[in-house]
């Protein structure tokens, strides 16, 4: 079983929106932070945006008023809503588990936005 399973990227026009969704098994997604990362053509990968067990967030500079974080505790699911979409935000989005020692990702949902 996969630990980390992204999904809901697409084709979307700029201006639009889309939610990704990373489900995680249970033992993982309830002690760990959760991130979204995202990898564009010849680009590192860099980081979006992440929340804590305590369910406080923190975003990129890039990620700012544009998308949103979220966890569903009862769903061991973690979310990121995107709007405002740019096609600069074209990329694999990986989400990411982590805590001191330990990391696990998902294999990592493409999104494009063109018109």
């Known amino acids: 079983q996969e630990p980390l399973v992204e999904s809901g990227g697409g084709l979307v026009q700029p201006g639009g929106s889309l939610r990704l969704s990373c489900a995680a098994s249970?033992?993982?997604?309830?002690?760990?932070?959760m991130g979204w990362y995202r990898q564009a053509p010849g680009k590192q990968r860099e980081w979006v945006a992440f929340i804590f067990t305590s369910g406080s967030t923190k975003y990129a500079d890039s990620a700012k008023g544009r998308f949103t974080i979220s966890r569903d505790n009862a769903k061991n699911t973690v979310y990121l809503q995107m709007n405002s979409l740019k096609p600069d935000d074209t990329a694999v989005y990986y989400c990411?588990?982590?805590?001191?020692?330990?990391?696990?990702w998902g294999r990592g949902t493409q999104v494009t936005v063109s018109s």
């Open positions: 249970g033992s993982i997604f309830s002690s760990n932070t």
């Open positions: 990411k588990a982590f805590r001191v020692g330990a990391e696990y």
